[in-house]
């Protein structure tokens, strides 16, 4: 039973365009939600993140929008740079909780071709 | 600055040994987590620490163990290794317990384990 769900495994984008990344929830308690990318042979490093008292966050070509009542949110990248070609995961995090509750998505991983 | 260290990054193990996954952080973080992830599956926790000698359960914590006898130090003990064990794992640390007050989760670069 996933809380955290990324539908796409992959997404492949042409460098200079918008690359947008989704995740969509179950557990209405979550109330923090973060974005964590992961290159090959790395471990995960923290992108960007939201609480769920906005429905919007940026940070340089990273944005992250947050739709409660959908329970789904989503990554955009603008604009899209090889460099950015890495997995990411969606994980959130529920009111009670603190990173021993993180939850995260199975993953989309990003390819941004010239 | 190193960050968080595991070793090794990879192991074959026969069913049936034991091992154990170091990890080391140098930035003084109270709080220390162990994950794995196995493919096409997000990282899930498997024990986590507040502090030397206080350690948790995490949402996978079966054919595990762990200590933490000093605020660097939190391995992570296999004591019959099985092939469902076969995974990465990833050490990680914070500052704070939570992502509210800004505090980033490290994570070390991985273990990779085979179980055969």
């Known amino acids: 039973d996933q809380q955290v769900k990324q539908n796409s495994p992959s997404l492949s984008v042409q460098e200079g365009r918008i690359s947008i990344l989704n995740c969509d929830y179950t557990n209405s308690m979550f109330d923090y939600f973060l974005w964590y990318k992961k290159y090959p042979a790395e471990g995960p490093t923290f992108l960007i993140s939201i609480s769920s008292i906005k429905d919007k966050n940026e940070d340089g070509r990273f944005t992250v929008f947050l739709n409660k009542s959908a329970k789904h949110l989503s990554l955009h990248i603008v604009p899209s740079q090889p460099g950015d070609s890495a997995v990411y995961f969606c994980a959130a995090i529920p009111l009670s909780g603190g990173y021993n509750k993180l939850i995260f998505g199975a993953g989309t991983r990003l390819a941004v071709h010239p | 600055n190193a960050g968080v260290t595991q070793t090794p990054k990879f192991r074959i193990l026969k069913i049936g040994q034991s091992m154990t996954l170091q990890c080391t952080q140098d930035m003084n973080h109270n709080y220390m987590y162990w994950y794995r992830q196995d493919p096409g599956m997000g990282l899930k926790l498997i024990y986590y620490s507040v502090g030397a000698g206080i350690t948790d359960k995490g949402e996978v914590p079966n054919g595990y163990n762990v200590s933490r006898s000093t605020t660097e130090d939190f391995p992570l003990r296999l004591e019959l290794a099985a092939p469902s064990q076969t995974s990465v794992y990833f050490c990680?640390?914070?500052?704070?317990?939570?992502?509210?007050?800004?505090?980033?989760?490290?994570f070390g670069e991985g273990s990779r384990l085979t179980v055969l």
């Open positions: 990680a640390s914070s500052y704070s317990p939570t992502g509210r007050a800004g505090g980033e989760l490290f």
